[in-house]
């Protein structure tokens, strides 16, 4: 179905309810307060008024400030939690009598009231969109609120199911690919920087280069994700040789590897909702059937928690058998290692690829979980530690969070399964020898 249709369609239907339902008395002053216009919505039977309800409650929502919003959420957390009188009652049939009827009432009544109102509140003409900037919102007040990361539980458990992957449309973005996604695609990219519509043509229009994105029907022509890819004859030890202005352009047929130098979720509202690891797949599967002669799937990747976790260890005198001379040398600003004589480079370019190594490889947080949130996000998709590239990125931003180093992830889809299980029961690490042979000798 044309979803410009659909939108008119479900517009249609909510202007019949306003009609309906007197909708003028609920706008301007003296309008119904947003709070009584949530308990309408719940209490409402018919779909043409609850559409017009859901308009009002998030028209009202948008016209907040700051202040209006977080007490809109903890409005939320309070008067919208699970009705604590029906609550008692199913606990209380349950212990009488435990059966399935009882289990089931039992978890009707412990779902908070908020989720339904959210659901409802989805019915409105573009109440999707207007949800994921709630939820966008809801961040910021959580730093203020932290109890409120009950009502984002909520939100993360309706966004789960309503961007599942069967929703979504996997789309290529291409130079003639409408102006208004093109400008999404600059201002979301968040990997690295496009500088303008020069280096978005390079970066779309050649034969050696691909993008694609995920869509949602409800969110027209807003990206939710999307990866750039580079068609090669090896694989890269750098961003530069990739994102170079003047190249030689590959015929796509010759490729043999496809490379994933930069994933950009879109969405801020979505943030926890995965949808990577399914695009990284879909694509790789999709342009396996376009050019056969792709057998290498690959990454090119940042490691943006390497330098913070870095600088931690060089200010330990017992850390991996560092001496005191390897200890000043990861210490010196990075910035100030780009004029530094070729031996002295040397012995930094190979201590920094051996710290890499016990960063991506042994190096785990208070919760025993891989620390670098790259590392977590392509080893938890099936990836291998495949390469790991001192002076991979030498950008400012690259030297202020890895050093300059970046990684080679690798997807190998006969592997791809037996890898995630290693990681996601195991947090096995999953990398080639030339990588576990940088590794030092554990500390004693």
């Not at 609120?145 to 290529?172: C, M, Y």
């Amino acid at each position: 179905m044309d979803m410009a249709f659909l939108g008119e369609l479900l517009t249609n239907v909510a202007d019949r309810g306003r009609a309906l339902i007197g909708f003028e008395r609920f706008l301007g002053k003296g309008a119904r307060p947003i709070d009584r216009l949530c308990e309408d919505l719940l209490s409402g039977k018919g779909e043409a008024s609850g559409m017009a309800f859901a308009q009002a409650v998030l028209d009202a929502w948008q016209r907040l400030d700051k202040p209006g919003r977080l007490a809109f959420f903890n409005l939320l957390a309070e008067r919208f939690g699970p009705d604590a009188e029906r609550l008692d009652k199913a606990i209380e049939t349950y212990r009488k009598k435990p059966d399935a009827a009882a289990v089931s009432a039992l978890h009707l009544a412990s779902e908070p009231r908020r989720q339904e109102l959210l659901r409802r509140l989805n019915l409105a003409p573009d109440g999707t969109h207007v949800l994921v900037q709630m939820r966008e919102a809801l961040f910021e007040a959580m730093e203020a609120e932290p109890a409120l990361k009950a009502v984002d539980a909520d939100f993360r458990h309706l966004f789960g199911s309503w961007f599942n992957r069967g929703f979504l449309v996997l789309r290529r973005i291409d130079w003639r690919t409408p102006a208004n996604v093109l400008e999404k695609i600059i201002r979301y990219e968040a990997v690295h920087e496009i500088q303008g519509w020069d280096d978005l043509r390079r970066r779309l229009e050649p034969a050696d280069r691909r993008c694609f994105a995920f869509f949602h029907p409800q969110l027209v022509d807003e990206p939710l994700i999307f990866v750039e890819v580079a068609l090669t004859t090896e694989i890269p030890r750098t961003i530069g040789e990739v994102l170079q202005p003047e190249r030689e352009v590959l015929p796509a047929q010759e490729a043999t590897t496809a490379v994933f130098y930069s994933i950009s979720n879109c969405q801020e509202g979505l943030r926890g909702i995965s949808f990577g690891n399914f695009l990284i797949k879909q694509v790789a599967e999709d342009l396996k059937r376009e050019l056969p002669g792709l057998d290498t799937f690959v990454t090119l990747s940042p490691v943006p928690g390497f330098a913070r976790w870095l600088s931690g260890i060089a200010a330990d005198p017992g850390a991996f058998h560092l001496t005191n001379e390897e200890r000043a040398e990861l210490g010196r600003p990075a910035g100030e290692t780009i004029s530094l004589d070729d031996a002295t480079k040397a012995r930094r370019d190979k201590l920094l690829g051996q710290m890499a190594a016990q960063y991506l490889l042994r190096a785990r947080g208070s919760s025993g979980r891989v620390i670098d949130p790259v590392a977590r996000f392509h080893l938890g998709n099936g990836a291998r530690l495949e390469r790991i590239n001192v002076g991979g990125n030498l950008s400012a931003r690259g030297l202020r969070e890895s050093h300059g180093v970046m990684v080679n992830y690798r997807y190998d889809l006969d592997d791809i399964e037996t890898n995630h299980e290693a990681f996601a029961t195991r947090d096995t690490v999953v990398a080639s020898s030339s990588v576990r042979k940088l590794l030092r000798p554990a500390n004693p």
